[in-house]
């Protein structure tokens, strides 16, 4: 078995594992032993990204059809010589 050493961690978070652990008739320890398991027993969802997370936000809204300008020939450049 592995070990784990979590520093600087706040006194009222410790003060709640305590009672927590207290509660639970168990050591911090065993405690947080029993909340980190049951918080990584779970599979995370797929990652998503960024685009797919946007459209998935903004989907229930219904779409925006925007027209789409005619292209123009492509002007002569700047001449700086003059």
Do not use: Q
């Not at 969802?45 to 960024?50: G, I, K, M």
């Not at 229930?60 to 700086?80: K, M, T, Y």
């Amino acid at each position: 078995m592995a070990s784990v050493t979590i520093r600087n961690i706040d006194d009222r978070l410790k003060k709640r594992l305590r009672v927590r652990a207290a509660s639970h008739g168990r050591s911090m320890e065993d405690e947080a032993r029993d909340i980190l398991r049951v918080a990584l027993s779970t599979e995370a969802p797929p990652a998503r990204n960024l685009a797919e997370a946007i459209r998935a936000r903004v989907a229930s809204f219904g779409g925006v059809v925007l027209d789409i300008p005619p292209r123009e020939p492509i002007r002569e450049p700047v001449d700086f010589d003059r």
